[in-house]
């Protein structure tokens, strides 16, 4: 299987008090093409932080990352801007929704940043929403949604540019059992179209839906 993630001997480090603090130690991993990978752990535990370098949010302070074939710490902030935009769609607990703009122009405004014509990204914003059920709620603004629909629209806007990698952190944190059900099974059908899934969680009943789990405590991989 061809390898989309590496990670290599990655450390995270702090200042705290003139001492030094490993927010990650050591951390080496691969995710593979079209896998599915759930990567569990306390509160404090490193998952954030992991996450943050996965989607090239933050840097490591040492180790490499190669991220599909290219190695990140030689990637210029365009390159960079392009990962984000294009080849990772991100996936967060707490929605991130702008409470001004309706179902379709969240899911949009990604695409705007990408310089998509009006006409082509609203299509494209309509076949993401389709794909979560939300086709009937393209013009509700967040607060006329319920906690489940306004994840749904966040996956619509992760997932309108078809990005090759989903990095979801936490995604069912903030819903109830069977809104956290949809979403998952959201995530495992487009897990099955081909797309690569790393999800990261504290629950244990959402990370045994993954194809692979890997445990962090204290900022290392145990399992």
Do not use: W
Request: hydrophobic share 40%; charged share 25%.
């Amino acid at each position: 299987m061809e390898n989309v993630i590496v990670l290599s001997d990655i450390c995270k480090t702090y200042i705290s008090r003139n001492n030094i603090v490993y927010a990650l130690k050591d951390v080496s991993m691969k995710v593979g093409k079209g896998e599915f990978v759930s990567i569990t752990g306390k509160s404090g535990s490193g998952k954030s932080t992991l996450m943050n370098i996965l989607g090239c949010l933050d840097t490591a302070t040492s180790g490499e990352y190669i991220l599909d074939g290219i190695t990140v710490s030689r990637m210029n902030e365009r390159q960079l801007s392009f990962v984000r935009n294009k080849v990772i769609g991100f996936i967060f607990q707490n929605f991130n929704l702008i409470p001004t703009l309706n179902a379709v122009e969240n899911v949009e405004l990604p695409l705007i940043y990408r310089g998509i014509k009006k006409s082509a990204r609203r299509q494209m914003a309509l076949n993401a929403l389709e794909k979560v059920g939300l086709e009937k709620r393209i013009t509700h603004r967040p607060f006329e949604l319920s906690g489940g629909q306004q994840q749904r629209v966040a996956i619509a806007r992760a997932i309108a540019s078809e990005p090759e990698i989903i990095l979801a952190d936490e995604p069912t944190g903030n819903l109830d059992a069977n809104s956290s059900r949809e979403i998952m099974d959201i995530l495992k059908n487009l897990h099955k179209q081909g797309a690569t899934v790393v999800l990261i969680t504290h629950d244990k009943n959402v990370a045994d839906m993954a194809q692979r789990q890997i445990e962090i405590f204290d900022g290392e991989i145990c399992s």
